[in-house]
């Protein structure tokens, strides 16, 4: 089943894609009409839908690993001797 995984961020990414490349186009005339305004913002609602659901399935897929960088600042101050209103950074 895994090659479902994968055609499904194929069909993302290409989801993702071509809506994208409209707006370039659109962008790249001079003068806008209105039904160009609204296949605008409906090719960017597509491109933020699409792209975010790309997003949610790499997330699934990359593994969850902290940098020990990271480890080290979470260990180093405890939340409990922070002040109130002061960041760890």
């Known amino acids: 089943m895994r090659w479902l995984l994968y055609l499904r961020l194929f069909y993302l990414t290409a989801a993702t894609l071509l809506p994208f490349f409209s707006i370039v186009v659109i962008l790249g ?6 039904f160009e305004r609204i296949f605008f913002f409906l090719c960017l609602a597509l491109v933020c ?21 990271y480890e080290q600042r ?8 922070l002040e109130p209103g002061r960041l760890a950074l």
Do not use: N
């Not at 005339?29 to 209105?34: C, G, S, Y």
């Open 74 to 81: 979470e260990t180093a101050v405890p939340a409990e001797e």
């Open 29 to 34: 005339h001079r003068r806008q009409r209105d």
């Open 49 to 69: 839908f699409f792209g975010s659901s790309l997003l949610a399935i790499l997330v699934l897929l990359i593994p969850d690993r902290r940098s020990p960088r």
